[in-house]
């Protein structure tokens, strides 16, 4: 064990410690390098123990989910990435609240409450990420979002203080919120959700289901969408437009089937994917005047 590894071990860190550990496999793309450090806490304690023994030693720290939505480079991270995708996975319910820990899948969420006659989250069926993602990102499918049924969130900071914040101070926005911006770590999502008949409800969370198999790319490896929504259109329209559809840079393709999905045929690198993302933004911004917003979050 190295002395990084061994030194939160020592600061009371329960979880699993895994030095240079390769990222990739952690990633809906299936790219990235290694770790320095990656740590799997067992518990919210976990993470504050880890919070204030980067703080103490100014070790730059991570949040991996389910790595959708997120480029590692192939060069990898230094310091620390904490890996909650099956941690923080509890999920308890009251009635129509739900309190979802920010490892749980989102699909899976809308899934049990659709099979509880609650509605609102249907759209997540649609959606392959974590909810600490979804929060942080405001996760949405059109005019559905995430946020517009949360009651608050469970939060730790970057001081390892922990609080409860409700709605109205989420700044929930378009793909944003106050979590993009502040340091820390999202630990649950309390929501409120509409009680409803099943079978309409489960109806509504097949159609979305069917919706993204049938118009996005999920047989090959990709982040989601790459850019978001630019005011007004459709970054996949404009993509399209520019007959970019089928575009490569090395393994890294602009789907035939939607081209807001760059997606990866196989060995893949964070070098192609941006080298890919650039001329995408370049294309577009000179045929059409549109500056592209990259939606993913590059380490």
Known sequence: MSELARSL??????GALREECPLAPFTTWKIGGP?????????????????????????????????SNLLIRDQGVRGLVLRIRKTLDEVTWNGPEVTAGAGALFPALANQAARRGLAGIEFGAGIPGTIGGAVVMNAGWHEFEIGN?????DFVGADGTRRRIPHDDCDFAY???????????????????????????????????????ENQPTELPSCGSVFIQPPGDYAGRLIDAAGLKGT????????????????????????????????????????????LTREFELW
């Open 175 to 213: 793909r944003d919120s106050r979590f993009h911006r502040e340091k820390g770590i999202v630990l649950a999502a309390r929501l409120k959700l509409t009680p409803g008949d099943a079978g309409e409800i489960q109806a509504r969370l097949d159609g979305f289901a069917s919706s993204r198999k």
């Open 9 to 14: 071990a020592d600061a009371g860190f329960a």
């Open 35 to 67: 770790a320095e450090l990656l740590a799997e806490p067992v518990s919210p304690e976990d993470l504050v123990v880890a919070l204030g023994w980067a703080a103490g030693r100014r070790i730059p720290w991570r949040v991996l989910g389910n790595g």
């Open 248 to 291: 490569r840079e090395g393994a890294i393709e602009v789907s035939d089937k939607h081209a807001n999905f760059f997606v990866n045929t196989g060995g893949g690198t964070a070098a192609q994917v941006l080298a890919l993302v650039e001329r995408v933004e370049r294309e577009v911004e000179e045929r059409f005047g549109v500056a």
């Open 149 to 153: 049924h949360i009651t608050a969130v």
